[in-house]
């Protein structure tokens, strides 16, 4: 027994990947449907949305994030979006990453078709800006100054839903969507500075690090990887705004399956570990 | 003058940006809110200097024919192929620069992110051993962690989540806030230094 464990602390990476990748593979085909608990931060994100009067003053979705982290943050795009759309509660896109230009554009088109909401009444996507912190304080002046065009090329001043929009007193919530340090940007240059309301959503890595600002209460909620988003379509689904099941939820059952096999791999690496000791000990005594 | 300029550019800009913060005027505001956008000016033309600089180093990689210089050659084609099909066609949705963009670029990134879960997967396997004391106290908020991460075990077993968000909440915030007071301040007093040309780092010549 001791030498099997031993043995398979010693395994073939191969072996590793073949396992990790019936993992991903088995539950995206076959999904498990596993159940989802909402976590109080999601809730907290859900709840300031759906407490914005429909056609009023519109919230602020940026749009951080690459390829790479698209898999955690898509989702939640599309999540809150179908919350915002299905409520009517209008939306400015913006992005401050040239990765999220497209995948921006993408998110809102997609929903927004979905939904029957018209561009410039309902929601509006201004592109990409370079400049980070200056272009988060130069909304908080003016945001049509910092953004004289949207990314179509029309300008912002002759656009219906931004006539009475003009920095964050009009915008009741900013929620970057994020797998960068932008997150906590926002708080200090939006958040601080301009008293504007943050709602974070960014991928698992970066959760830990917003923490602080959520018991500070500087961040009113924060959705966190795949999980995070996960949840907020729950949210969507519960209350009954889509019947879709989102990517989230069917990517949740693979990331489980999958940290399950990397639990299940770091118990069996210390057992061997420990066993091995334990022989190499035994076999230094006289 | 070459020198004496930038540093007094520098020297105005900071000493406005820190002092605008207690000067409620509007004139002053004004003259903020143009400084912004300014920047935001300033901001776009790094993004030409990162590509020339770009260029440059794969350029003279690609006459030196060092190391592995395909890949340069791949880049610079690819850079090249993205900026005519962004400058011919536009951004837009269904133009071929935004083709380009969700049907390769996305794809590829992805792909190259995701295999980073297989090597995860077995570093996890063969480094995450309790060899000592603080070795076993990391396994262990890891494995919290990971499990309440497994969503029908926190749904299950909620105590799962309660423990894992006191590690968050508690010993990571903690370390955390010490860790953001540490940047904080560092970034306060390097932006004195910078502001007073006591740091010249950013012109380019060290100090």
Known sequence: MNEFFVRLSKIDRRYIFLLVAVSVIVPLLFPFHYPTRVTRHTQAVFDIVDQIPPVSNPILISFEYGPSTMPECHPMAYAILRHAFSRRVRVIGITLSADATGLGEQALSDVAREYGREYGKDYVYLGYKPGVSAVMLSIGEDIKKTFPRDFYGQPTSGIPMLTEVHNYSQIPLVIPLTGSQTATSWLIYAGARYHARVADGVTAVMASELYAFLQTKQLSGLLAGLKGAAEYERLVQQAGYTKNEGKATRGMDALSTMHLVIITFIILGNIGFFLSRRSAKKGERP | ?207
């Open chain 2, 1 to 207: 003058m070459r020198r004496r300029l930038p540093l007094l550019i520098c020297l105005f800009s900071g000493l406005f940006f820190t002092i605008q913060f207690f000067i409620p005027h509007q004139e002053v505001r004004r003259l903020y809110a143009d400084g912004l956008r300014w920047l935001i000016v300033v901001a776009t033309f790094a993004v030409v200097l990162a590509t020339g600089s770009l260029i440059n180093h794969h350029i003279r990689k690609l006459r030196r024919r060092d190391k592995d210089w395909s890949y340069s050659l791949v880049t610079l084609l690819a850079l090249l192929g993205m900026g005519i099909a962004g400058f011919s066609t536009g951004t837009r949705p269904g133009t071929l620069f935004n083709k380009l963009f969700l049907n390769v670029q996305v794809p590829m990134q992805s792909t190259m992110f995701g295999i980073l879960a297989f090597y995860i997967a077995s570093a996890s396997y063969r480094a995450f051993r309790a060899r000592s004391k603080e070795a076993t106290l990391l396994l262990l908020a890891a494995f919290l962690l990971m499990l309440s991460a497994v969503s029908f075990m926190s749904y299950y077993f909620p105590h799962i989540t309660t423990l894992s968000e006191w590690l968050l909440m508690v010993p990571n915030l903690a370390a955390q806030r010490g860790i953001l007071f540490g940047v904080f301040l560092g970034t306060l007093a390097t932006s004195i230094k910078i502001i007073l040309g006591i740091e010249r780092g950013w012109m380019g010549g060290g100090r």
